[in-house]
């Protein structure tokens, strides 16, 4: 919520524009990056806008298991409170600049031990509250809900394996 409105916001596109450095830290993964989330769309409140595309601070994502279960951790390189981005909302009463802080979580669809070319991850309130992530918008609670793959540029597969 943003000046007493649900904003809802849709990418059809999510990439990873610099080449991504995976790093071995002790028993977990490590990925750095830079994400673009592009052919936006303002879903809601009605007559609202945004940029076409929003590209984030480097990223840095801590892949890691708990059982079976396979989570990714995100967050902004320079560590918290700083900002993934900042998303500016145009023509509507909920209009201003808002920066995304915080952690987000991502489930693999893949168990642990698992190899393949692509590990599906998808973001969810409830992988949200579950893992323990906190993403804000401005001062408000916010959520990223919705799935991306995990590829190797080579398209080797690859997994987490168990400790």
Known sequence: MIAGAEIKIEAKKLECLST????????NAIVTGTLKFSE???????????APSLTT??????????GPTVYERFEP???PPERFVIFPLTGCAAEGEYPIKGTVFGRSANATGTEAAN????FSETIQKTAGGSLT????PAQLSGKANDELISGSEFGVSES
């Open 119 to 122: 590990q599906p991850l998808t």
């Open 137 to 140: 918008a401005g001062t408000n």
């Open 20 to 27: 991504p450095v995976i790093k071995q830290e002790g028993s």
């Open 57 to 66: 601070k480097p990223v840095t994502a801590k892949i890691y298991e708990e």
């Open 40 to 50: 936006l769309t303002v879903k809601k409140p009605a007559g609202c806008m945004t």
């Open 77 to 79: 390189t320079a560590g």
